[in-house]
């Protein structure tokens, strides 16, 4: 599975913004594309191409951060994207609340650099240290190394209960998780300081079947991991959703469904509602789009604040999945879980320094 390519990404937002029959673009999937279209589309003319996303859930791309963050990506001092995602410091307090009832009590994180990984790294940091979970380091790893086991020989001297890994399937992650159970061994149910082993959590960025196909870059290795993902799970929507991913489904020819291909339907609903209330000029499906509500929608009720986020949001949208990896499958463990408050407020703290 490729990675997404940071020029290919800035040649479609320039191309988005040139094209002046758009009116708006439905993406990105991911958040470290999206950090570079943004402000492309942000400066289109016509006052900018609105931008909705179904995935990116990097929250540095909406709220306050170090860095001069979000306000380096809208230069024209206008918000141009929005997301029907939640951002990553409630993702960071579903983790690291889910790691302590499965009784952890130590753990070491690690990250890609990059804007996505490095986020919910810092966000599950900041959310483990509100619950007392001892963080035992906090390291950066390098995608593009063949080899990860000098890397998880230093993390066993510490010994853990746990490691979480902010990063994306298409980093090698494949060869990632081998050695980390080469090293450390399997992914257990259980930490090491309960008589289990070294447990393995992981992000959306991971959360995909894929992760087990060693011809997408996966590992059976995977399994006994666990993985959270925004939303239900799929065998628990229904209605109108429900419709959409069994629809959808016949479509992939016997391939799994993505989970966040829910999110994609609800934005392009939101996308499409906002054209058709405005008078077909981009600053007019800007407005409306910030004028969004919602009720009972693909994935719950919900309006978008002035940054482009979900607020008072009520069902899946609000929610999180948590899967586990079992025989080469994401199998739901825990379903439509939703962050503390105080959990996401630390997660956002420590990603704002």
């Avoid at 960071?92 to 753990?107: D, H, I």
């Avoid at 950066?140 to 990063?167: R, V």
């Avoid at 992760?211 to 925004?230: C, D, E, K, M």
């Avoid at 309006?303 to 899967?323: C, E, F, P, Q, R």
Wanted: charged share 15%; hydrophobic share 40%; proline share 5%.
């Amino acid at each position: 599975m490729a990675k997404w390519d940071p020029t290919k990404c800035s040649a479609n937002a320039h191309a988005y913004a040139g094209d002046s029959s758009l009116l708006g673009v439905i993406g990105t999937f991911n958040s470290g594309c999206a950090a570079i279209e943004i402000p492309v589309t942000n400066k289109a003319p016509g006052g900018g191409l609105q931008m909705i996303s179904p995935a990116n859930t990097y929250g540095c791309l909406t709220e306050p951060c170090a860095g001069n963050e979000p306000e380096k990506y809208y230069p024209s001092g206008t918000r141009t994207y929005a997301r029907v995602a939640p951002s990553d410091p409630n993702q960071g307090a579903v983790q690291a609340k889910f790691m302590q009832q499965q009784g952890v009590k130590s753990l070491y994180i690690l990250n890609d650099k990059e804007a996505y990984g490095l986020g919910v790294a810092k966000n599950t940091e900041g959310a483990a240290k509100a619950l007392g979970i001892k963080i035992l380091g906090f390291s950066a790893f390098d995608p593009k190394s063949t080899n990860f086991q000098a890397l998880f020989t230093k993390i066993k001297n510490t010994n853990p209960d746990a490691i979480f890994i902010g990063g994306l399937i298409d980093e090698n992650s494949g060869q990632l998780i081998n050695d980390k159970v080469s090293v450390l061994g399997p992914n257990t149910a259980k930490p090491a300081s309960a008589g289990g082993g070294v447990m393995l959590f992981l992000p959306d960025g991971y959360t995909t079947p894929a992760i087990f196909l060693r011809s997408q870059g996966g590992t059976p290795n995977a399994n006994g991991a666990y993985f959270s993902v925004a939303g239900v799970g799929l065998d628990k929507y229904k209605g109108a959703a429900l419709t959409f991913i069994d629809g959808f489904k016949k479509t992939l020819n016997g391939a799994a469904l993505n989970p966040y291909a829910i999110l994609a339907a609800q934005a392009a609903q939101v996308m499409l509602s906002a054209i058709s209330k405005s008078d077909g000029t981009r600053g007019s499906v800007i407005s409306e789009v910030y004028k969004t509500k919602v009720t009972n929608g693909l994935i719950g009720s919900f309006s978008l604040n002035a940054n482009g986020d979900l607020s008072g949001a009520s069902g899946a949208s609000v929610l999180y999945t948590i899967y586990v990896g079992k025989g080469n499958n994401l199998v739901t463990f825990v379903n439509g879980v939703g962050p503390v408050a105080s959990l996401t407020q630390a997660a956002r703290k420590e990603a704002a320094g």
